[in-house]
């Protein structure tokens, strides 16, 4: 790449590989094992160090810290790593922290939206097209699957799960896994019911939302427990969707927001 793209402010070290067309901004700190992919943007004062993976065309907001050790008394400097897709848009003072038993790492998928403030700490894993809002922070181990949204100023419990197009609302506290396509909010946290607006952006089928609605009736209105609700949908486990909200929920270690 040209060194015309790269402030004269920069400091990189150690054994950094940089794409075609990388802009590296002012101040900004590249030490360790550290790949960037093509046509990516990093801005002032960012800060990329370790074992971390990025690939094409991301956008770093300035004072972003990826790479940074784990916050967890039981990291012992393992080699642990970030690995980061491609498309995704990590706004401002964003962190993200490598992975703490040997040879994990943290993951985020592709066309993910983190915006300002929005903490990883070690070992999360994201898939595509999430967006996390303003200042939300993830517990060692969460995960979030493709297209969930999550509001700002969310907290979540290490090793929660969270399903496709799913929808966190604002100042949620999350300590138990939230079943895909539903909407969930509050402190502590309550299933609202389904995600519909998220859905319709989807394009989701009227048919294949009444379905889930159908599915979200017997888990949560029926009166049935858990282990009954899913006797109760395995008939329709064929349909796609309904077969997601079931593989989701026998999965669950914590067990299911309520």
């Given at each position: 790449?040209?060194?015309?793209?790269?402030?004269?402010?920069?400091?990189?070290?150690?054994?950094?590989?940089?794409?075609?067309?990388?802009?590296?901004?002012?101040y900004a700190y590249l030490s360790g094992e550290i790949q960037i992919g093509d046509n990516t943007e990093i801005g002032h004062c960012?800060?990329?160090?370790?074992?971390?993976?990025?690939?094409?065309?991301?956008?770093?907001?300035?004072?972003?810290?990826?790479?940074?050790?784990?916050?967890?008394?039981?990291?012992?400097?393992?080699?642990?790593?970030?690995?980061?897709?491609?498309?995704?848009?990590?706004?401002?003072?964003?962190?993200?922290?490598?992975?703490?038993?040997?040879?994990?790492?943290?993951?985020?998928?592709?066309?993910?939206?983190?915006?300002?403030?929005?903490?990883?700490?070690?070992?999360?894993?994201?898939?595509?097209?999430?967006?996390?809002?303003?200042?939300?922070?993830?517990?060692?181990?969460?995960?979030?699957?493709?297209?969930?949204?999550?509001?700002?100023?969310?907290?979540?419990?290490?090793?929660?799960?969270?399903?496709?197009?799913?929808?966190?609302?604002?100042?949620?506290?999350?300590?138990?896994?939230?079943?895909?396509?539903?909407?969930?909010?509050?402190?502590?946290?309550?299933?609202?019911?389904?995600?519909?607006?998220?859905?319709?952006?989807?394009?989701?089928?009227?048919?294949?939302?009444?379905?889930?609605?159908?599915?979200?009736?017997?888990?949560?209105?029926?009166?049935?427990?858990?282990?009954?609700?899913?006797?109760?949908?395995?008939?329709?486990?064929?349909?796609?969707?309904?077969?997601?909200?079931?593989?989701?929920i026998k999965l669950s270690d914590r067990g299911i927001i309520k």
């Amino acid at each position: 790449m040209g060194s015309e793209l790269i402030h004269k402010t920069a400091i990189i070290e150690g054994n950094v590989s940089i794409g075609n067309n990388v802009k590296v901004g002012p101040y900004a700190y590249l030490s360790g094992e550290i790949q960037i992919g093509d046509n990516t943007e990093i801005g002032h004062c960012v800060q990329i160090e370790g074992n971390v993976i990025i690939g094409n065309y991301n956008k770093i907001g300035h004072s972003a810290h990826i790479g940074a050790p784990p916050q967890d008394v039981a990291y012992n400097g393992s080699n642990t790593s970030v690995t980061i897709g491609n498309d995704n848009i990590i706004r401002e003072f964003v962190q993200i922290h490598r992975g703490t038993k040997e040879g994990t790492s943290t993951e985020i998928g592709s066309s993910c939206f983190l915006m300002g403030g929005v903490h990883l700490a070690h070992n999360t894993k994201l898939g595509n097209n999430v967006t996390i809002a303003n200042n939300s922070m993830l517990a060692g181990y969460v995960e979030i699957d493709d297209f969930a949204f999550v509001s700002g100023l969310c907290g979540f419990h290490q090793f929660v799960r969270v399903g496709k197009y799913a929808m966190i609302g604002g100042l949620s506290r999350i300590t138990k896994d939230c079943p895909t396509f539903m909407t969930v909010e509050g402190n502590p946290a309550r299933v609202a019911g389904v995600n519909v607006i998220g859905l319709r952006r989807r394009e989701f089928t009227p048919e294949r939302r009444k379905s889930i609605k159908d599915a979200y009736r017997i888990l949560y209105r029926s009166g049935l427990n858990v282990s009954q609700a899913i006797d109760e949908l395995l008939p329709s486990k064929d349909n796609a969707d309904i077969g997601e909200i079931i593989n989701f929920i026998k999965l669950s270690d914590r067990g299911i927001i309520k």
